[in-house]
């Protein structure tokens, strides 16, 4: 008789906090605005494609891409809308999400919404619960296989240097 051994694996899932922007920038335009204020590097990387449960095509979304090797967070800034359709339809007022990986304390996080708040033509800037979201669990996913993809393409690129 064969011996069954059940394993209890618990990954660590990233951390994420996440933040909605509300403004009438074009994605360009409000990632040269964030590197600017804030001191950031983004860099508009392939555009986010997700493919919900019923749909029959994925959509895409705008992404822009910023490892802060200082503090070990990784920002990306995803746009909500696309020609396609709407990335988290119960954020319909959110223009734009970023989405913060890594370990970041709620003063850090009120002092980035702050400096956000500041530029010019964003309208509001808010911290949102990922539980809130319907289908986060498919955006995670999504997320952490983009971002896999850009690390690869990141490596191959500096291997050619």
């Known amino acids: 008789m064969t011996k069954k051994i059940l394993l209890d694996v618990k990954s660590d899932v990233p951390l ?9 920038l074009q994605d360009y ?7 600017q204020s804030l001191d950031f590097s983004f860099i508009k990387q392939n555009d986010f494609s997700v493919m919900f449960p019923g749909k029959k095509e994925s959509d895409s979304f705008s ?3 910023y490892y802060d090797e200082d503090r070990f ?10 020609e396609t359709g ?28 702050g ?3 500041k530029i010019p033509n964003i309208l509001a ?23 896999m993809e850009i690390s690869k393409n990141e490596k ?3 291997s050619f240097k």
């Open 63 to 65: 992404f822009y891409f």
């Open 156 to 158: 191959s690129r500096n």
């Open 73 to 82: 967070n990784t920002y990306c800034l995803i746009a909500n809308r696309s």
């Open 86 to 113: 709407i990335l988290v339809p119960g954020q319909k007022q959110t223009d734009y999400f970023l989405f913060i990986e890594g370990e970041f304390r709620k003063t850090q996080l009120d002092i980035l919404c």
């Open 16 to 24: 994420y906090t996440l933040i909605g922007i509300s403004c009438h």
């Open 125 to 147: 800037v808010f911290e949102i619960r990922t539980q809130e979201i319907k289908n986060y669990t498919v955006i995670q996913n999504e997320l952490e296989m983009h971002l």
């Open 115 to 117: 400096q956000i708040r």
């Open 29 to 35: 335009r409000l990632s040269y605005l964030l590197n």
